[in-house]
């Protein structure tokens, strides 16, 4: 690898931007329905979950909150499994794509599949974040 790629890569900011740009998805959505709570609250509905205003409370909690520990705090390990335990059940709930067929089901089964690689993408992130907060390096580092 180029010089130059690792020293960006091994920036700090580069870390932060990576997990600003990871959890722009949930702070995007969380402020959003905060900020349009009748929004929030027709999105709970729609999806036939009730009560509406609790529904929208706890995803506006998890997503906000979420976000912030893995972007901030020590406790990235956690604010990731939020959002990948959050994530993972919005599957069923919004992109049942098994129950669909056509468009419709390989658009849903697109959003899912989506859902995955952010999974994917969190549990990276408690990782890397981890391994930043105790000095931890990748074995293939030292050799």
């Known amino acids: 690898m180029p010089r130059w790629v690792a020293a960006i890569l091994d920036a700090p900011a580069t870390s932060m931007v990576g997990r600003v740009l990871l959890t722009f998805t949930y702070w995007f959505s969380g402020l959003t329905k905060l900020l349009d709570w009748r ?4 999105e709970m509905a729609h999806f036939n979950l009730h009560p509406e ?3 929208a409370a706890a995803t506006i909690v998890a997503t906000l909150a979420g976000s912030a520990l893995v972007v901030w705090g ?3 390990w956690l604010g990731a499994g939020v959002l990948a335990v959050f994530t ?3 599957i069923p709930i919004a992109h049942p794509f ?3 067929s056509g468009a419709s089901a390989s658009s849903e089964l697109k959003h ?4 995955v690689a952010c999974i994917g993408g969190l549990v990276l992130a408690a990782i890397l974040r981890h391994r930043e907060t105790t000095g931890r390096r990748w074995e293939a580092s030292r050799q």
């Open 88 to 90: 993972a059940v919005t």
């Open 112 to 115: 899912a599949i989506e859902h």
């Open 98 to 100: 098994w129950t669909l």
């Open 74 to 76: 020590p406790y990235a």
């Open 39 to 42: 929004g929030g609250l027709s």
């Open 53 to 55: 205003p609790a529904y």
